[in-house]
């Protein structure tokens, strides 16, 4: 499923991660991974949920997107699971993250399936529960003008630091992943711009040792 990077290339990966919070890992799902992991979401997605609200709990940010969340993933589809549980994964990003790496216990925020698909769809302004967040791109706008685009700021949790001086904008391709510091640093992903562009992720959360436990009601609202 995955083309993970060579080991040589690894100490310069965790030493971006450490500086940035972030760290872009292209073409990660590799091609069989990606035809495999995309038919799955477009099974999955007949059973997802259609959200259209502003999160009280992260500054009225708004959420127009559909989403499907951990625990019906976990009966629906064995494949993803599994991929979450993978302890080669798991190494690599305990590699990058410099200490050991676990998954999250919350059954409905460990992996869900995120997808942006309507002109305006967007994942607002948001800090994560967990410290780690594992997207993989199943679909993603062909070009970045089309939106959907991560925002983060490196080094601030302040959600008002998206949009300020500092903040970048990146676009990835489908079986591109990324992983960010989620809980200290702002992000979100920004409107999709026009018909028939998509945006289909995977956020696999992961946890280190001793912390478990939701930090707010973000993913509740979002997912359950």
Known sequence: MFSFPLPARRES???????DGYVT???LVSPVGLATLASEARRLEADAARRDFRMPCMADSP???TTLGGHRIAHASPVITRLYEDRDLMRLL???LGE??????DPVERHVLNVLHRPGDTHGAHTDDYPLALVLFLEAPPHPADGGLLEFHPGRADLD?????????VHHRPGDGYLLRSDLTAHRVTPLGR???????LNFAYTTPGRQGATSSSASLLYD
């Open 63 to 65: 959420r127009h997107m």
């Open 195 to 201: 018909p028939g562009v998509r945006r289909t992720v």
């Open 100 to 105: 050991a790496v676990v998954a999250v216990h």
């Open 13 to 19: 990966l965790r030493r971006r991660f450490s500086d």
């Open 94 to 96: 305990s590699s990058l």
């Open 161 to 169: 630091a998206l949009g300020a001086p500092g903040a970048r904008r």
């Open 25 to 27: 890992l292209p073409r």
